[in-house]
Protein backbone atom coordinates (compact mmCIF):
# COMPACT_ATOMS: atom_id res chain seq x y z
CA UNK A 1 0.00 0.00 0.00
CA UNK A 2 1.41 3.61 -1.39
CA UNK A 3 2.26 5.98 1.98
CA UNK A 4 2.33 9.71 2.08
CA UNK A 5 5.73 10.79 3.20
CA UNK A 6 5.92 14.00 5.00
CA UNK A 7 9.79 15.51 5.09
CA UNK A 8 10.87 18.45 7.30
CA UNK A 9 14.31 20.14 6.24
CA UNK A 10 13.52 19.26 2.57
CA UNK A 11 15.53 22.20 0.89
CA UNK A 12 18.59 20.33 2.57
CA UNK A 13 21.59 18.65 1.09
CA UNK A 14 20.16 15.06 2.42
CA UNK A 15 16.45 16.68 2.00
CA UNK A 16 16.47 17.42 -1.10
CA UNK A 17 17.95 13.97 -2.39
CA UNK A 18 15.12 12.71 -0.26
CA UNK A 19 11.96 14.18 -1.85
CA UNK A 20 13.31 13.73 -5.11
CA UNK A 21 14.00 10.04 -4.42
CA UNK A 22 10.36 9.51 -2.37
CA UNK A 23 8.82 10.95 -5.61
CA UNK A 24 9.67 8.50 -7.83
CA UNK A 25 9.11 5.63 -5.29
CA UNK A 26 5.80 3.93 -6.34
CA UNK A 27 5.61 3.08 -2.23
CA UNK A 28 4.81 6.92 -1.58
CA UNK A 29 2.06 8.44 -3.54
CA UNK A 30 2.36 11.99 -2.03
CA UNK A 31 5.26 13.52 -0.74
CA UNK A 32 4.62 16.51 1.63
CA UNK A 33 6.81 19.07 2.25
CA UNK A 34 7.35 21.39 5.02
CA UNK A 35 8.42 24.64 4.38
CA UNK A 36 9.02 28.45 6.01
CA UNK A 37 8.51 29.80 2.15
CA UNK A 38 8.01 28.57 -1.34
CA UNK A 39 11.01 26.95 -2.59
CA UNK A 40 9.74 23.62 -4.92
CA UNK A 41 8.37 23.69 -8.14
CA UNK A 42 5.13 21.40 -8.61
CA UNK A 43 5.58 17.97 -9.36
CA UNK A 44 3.24 15.44 -9.54
CA UNK A 45 2.94 13.78 -6.33
CA UNK A 46 4.23 16.59 -4.19
CA UNK A 47 2.38 18.82 -1.55
CA UNK A 48 4.17 21.89 -0.76
CA UNK A 49 2.58 23.25 2.47
CA UNK A 50 3.91 26.68 4.00
CA UNK A 51 3.93 26.76 8.02
CA UNK A 52 5.40 28.40 10.82
CA UNK A 53 7.52 26.33 12.99
CA UNK A 54 6.40 27.86 15.91
CA UNK A 55 2.77 27.79 15.47
CA UNK A 56 1.30 24.23 17.18
CA UNK A 57 -1.87 24.71 14.62
CA UNK A 58 -0.18 25.30 11.50
CA UNK A 59 1.90 22.19 11.76
CA UNK A 60 -1.20 19.88 12.96
CA UNK A 61 -3.12 20.99 9.80
CA UNK A 62 -0.16 19.74 7.59
CA UNK A 63 1.55 17.10 10.17
CA UNK A 64 -0.82 14.29 8.56
CA UNK A 65 0.51 10.86 6.59
CA UNK A 66 2.62 7.63 7.42
CA UNK A 67 5.88 8.73 8.05
CA UNK A 68 7.96 11.82 9.17
CA UNK A 69 11.61 12.40 7.64
CA UNK A 70 12.86 14.71 9.38
CA UNK A 71 16.42 16.18 7.41
CA UNK A 72 16.38 19.33 9.41
CA UNK A 73 19.59 21.02 10.72
CA UNK A 74 22.06 24.13 10.58
CA UNK A 75 25.28 24.63 12.15
CA UNK A 76 26.04 27.13 15.52
CA UNK A 77 27.66 29.21 13.11
CA UNK A 78 24.96 29.60 10.44
CA UNK A 79 22.52 29.89 13.28
CA UNK A 80 24.61 33.15 14.64
CA UNK A 81 24.20 31.54 18.54
CA UNK A 82 23.30 28.22 20.24
CA UNK A 83 20.24 29.32 21.44
CA UNK A 84 19.28 29.72 17.78
CA UNK A 85 20.87 26.47 16.96
CA UNK A 86 19.02 24.63 19.36
CA UNK A 87 15.24 26.20 17.95
CA UNK A 88 16.73 24.46 15.10
CA UNK A 89 18.17 21.14 15.71
CA UNK A 90 16.46 20.45 19.11
CA UNK A 91 12.59 22.40 19.09
CA UNK A 92 11.63 21.76 15.92
CA UNK A 93 12.04 18.41 14.95
CA UNK A 94 10.68 17.63 18.77
CA UNK A 95 7.66 20.00 18.30
CA UNK A 96 7.18 18.55 15.00
CA UNK A 97 7.29 14.42 16.32
CA UNK A 98 4.92 15.33 19.32
CA UNK A 99 2.35 16.67 17.19
CA UNK A 100 2.87 13.76 14.86
CA UNK A 101 2.71 10.85 17.14
CA UNK A 102 -0.32 12.60 18.83
CA UNK A 103 -2.03 12.48 15.11
CA UNK A 104 -1.26 8.93 14.64
CA UNK A 105 1.57 8.63 12.78
CA UNK A 106 3.59 5.57 12.46
CA UNK A 107 7.06 6.21 11.34
CA UNK A 108 9.57 9.05 12.39
CA UNK A 109 13.00 8.70 10.83
CA UNK A 110 15.66 11.18 12.21
CA UNK A 111 18.86 11.96 10.43
CA UNK A 112 21.29 12.82 13.89
CA UNK A 113 24.99 13.19 13.70
CA UNK A 114 27.73 10.61 14.12
CA UNK A 115 28.87 10.68 17.55
CA UNK A 116 25.49 12.11 18.84
CA UNK A 117 25.36 11.80 22.83
CA UNK A 118 23.13 13.70 25.26
CA UNK A 119 26.06 14.04 27.87
CA UNK A 120 28.50 14.89 25.05
CA UNK A 121 30.79 18.14 26.57
CA UNK A 122 30.27 19.23 22.93
CA UNK A 123 27.42 21.44 22.39
CA UNK A 124 26.56 20.28 18.85
CA UNK A 125 26.60 16.28 19.73
CA UNK A 126 25.01 17.01 23.13
CA UNK A 127 21.58 18.79 21.61
CA UNK A 128 21.68 16.27 18.39
CA UNK A 129 21.65 13.02 21.38
CA UNK A 130 18.87 14.93 23.41
CA UNK A 131 17.07 15.36 20.45
CA UNK A 132 17.29 11.76 19.78
CA UNK A 133 15.69 10.61 23.04
CA UNK A 134 13.29 13.26 23.13
CA UNK A 135 11.47 12.00 20.09
CA UNK A 136 12.50 8.43 21.01
CA UNK A 137 10.70 9.14 24.69
CA UNK A 138 7.41 9.05 22.36
CA UNK A 139 7.68 5.91 21.74
CA UNK A 140 6.41 5.88 17.69
CA UNK A 141 5.64 2.43 16.32
CA UNK A 142 8.67 2.65 14.26
CA UNK A 143 11.81 5.52 15.02
CA UNK A 144 14.61 5.28 13.14
CA UNK A 145 17.80 7.17 14.23
CA UNK A 146 20.48 7.61 10.94
CA UNK A 147 24.08 8.98 12.35
CA UNK A 148 25.96 9.75 9.68
CA UNK A 149 29.93 10.62 9.32
CA UNK A 150 30.65 13.56 7.16
CA UNK A 151 28.48 14.35 4.22
CA UNK A 152 29.50 14.39 0.93
CA UNK A 153 27.35 16.40 -1.55
CA UNK A 154 27.22 19.73 -3.21
CA UNK A 155 25.53 22.25 -0.86
CA UNK A 156 24.21 25.93 -1.19
CA UNK A 157 26.58 26.85 1.50
CA UNK A 158 30.14 26.20 2.75
CA UNK A 159 30.47 24.71 5.87
CA UNK A 160 34.24 24.95 7.71
CA UNK A 161 33.81 22.33 9.85
CA UNK A 162 31.93 19.51 6.87
CA UNK A 163 35.11 20.38 4.78
CA UNK A 164 37.66 19.64 7.26
CA UNK A 165 36.39 16.53 7.83
CA UNK A 166 36.17 15.54 4.57
CA UNK A 167 39.53 16.51 4.16
CA UNK A 168 40.61 14.32 7.08
CA UNK A 169 38.27 11.53 6.65
CA UNK A 170 39.44 11.38 3.15
CA UNK A 171 43.14 11.12 3.65
CA UNK A 172 42.46 8.32 6.23
CA UNK A 173 39.66 6.33 4.15
CA UNK A 174 40.95 3.00 3.64
CA UNK A 175 42.54 3.06 7.27
CA UNK A 176 39.08 3.49 8.73
CA UNK A 177 38.08 -0.37 9.56
CA UNK A 178 36.73 -2.53 11.70
CA UNK A 179 34.83 -0.28 14.60
CA UNK A 180 35.78 3.13 12.67
CA UNK A 181 33.83 2.31 9.38
CA UNK A 182 31.72 4.30 10.38
CA UNK A 183 33.87 7.63 10.60
CA UNK A 184 34.14 7.06 6.64
CA UNK A 185 32.37 9.88 4.66
CA UNK A 186 29.13 9.05 3.12
CA UNK A 187 27.24 10.61 0.02
CA UNK A 188 24.23 12.25 1.00
CA UNK A 189 21.78 10.35 -1.14
CA UNK A 190 23.30 7.46 0.15
CA UNK A 191 21.54 8.33 3.81
CA UNK A 192 18.49 9.44 1.59
CA UNK A 193 18.31 6.05 0.24
CA UNK A 194 18.75 4.42 3.70
CA UNK A 195 16.24 6.08 5.44
CA UNK A 196 13.49 5.27 2.47
CA UNK A 197 14.72 1.89 2.85
CA UNK A 198 14.50 2.22 6.20
CA UNK A 199 10.60 3.52 5.89
CA UNK A 200 9.88 0.33 3.34
CA UNK A 201 11.50 -2.37 5.08
CA UNK A 202 12.06 -1.76 8.96
CA UNK A 203 8.71 -0.31 9.90
CA UNK A 204 8.47 -1.36 13.54
CA UNK A 205 10.92 -0.98 16.79
CA UNK A 206 13.68 2.01 17.48
CA UNK A 207 16.37 1.73 15.48
CA UNK A 208 20.00 3.52 15.01
CA UNK A 209 21.82 3.02 12.31
CA UNK A 210 25.52 4.50 11.91
CA UNK A 211 27.34 5.53 8.35
CA UNK A 212 28.90 1.62 7.15
CA UNK A 213 25.18 0.70 8.01
CA UNK A 214 23.22 3.85 6.05
CA UNK A 215 25.71 2.83 3.09
CA UNK A 216 24.68 -1.09 3.00
CA UNK A 217 21.01 -0.19 3.10
CA UNK A 218 21.48 2.54 0.63
CA UNK A 219 22.97 -0.35 -1.20
CA UNK A 220 20.14 -2.50 -0.56
CA UNK A 221 17.80 0.32 -1.56
CA UNK A 222 19.43 0.77 -4.99
CA UNK A 223 19.17 -2.62 -5.82
CA UNK A 224 15.74 -3.01 -5.60
CA UNK A 225 15.38 -0.41 -7.78
CA UNK A 226 17.74 -1.83 -10.29
CA UNK A 227 15.82 -4.76 -9.93
CA UNK A 228 11.91 -3.54 -10.14
Known sequence: MSQTAVVIGATGLTGSNLVTLLLHDDR????KVLLRTPSFKQRPGLEPVIVDF???????QALTGDALFCCIGTTIRQAGSQEKFREV?????????TIARRQGMK????????GANAVSKNFYLRTKGETENAIMALAFPGYHIFRPSVLVGTRKDFRLGEWLGYILTSLFFFFLLGKWKKYRTIKAINVAHGMIYAAANTPSG????ESDKI????????????NQ
Do not use: G, T
Not at 54 to 60: I, V
Not at 215 to 226: F, G, S
Open 28 to 31: FSKV
Open 54 to 60: NDEESLA
Open 89 to 97: DYKIPVRCA
Open 107 to 114: QFLLMSSI
Open 206 to 209: AHIY
Open 215 to 226: KEMAEWEQERAI
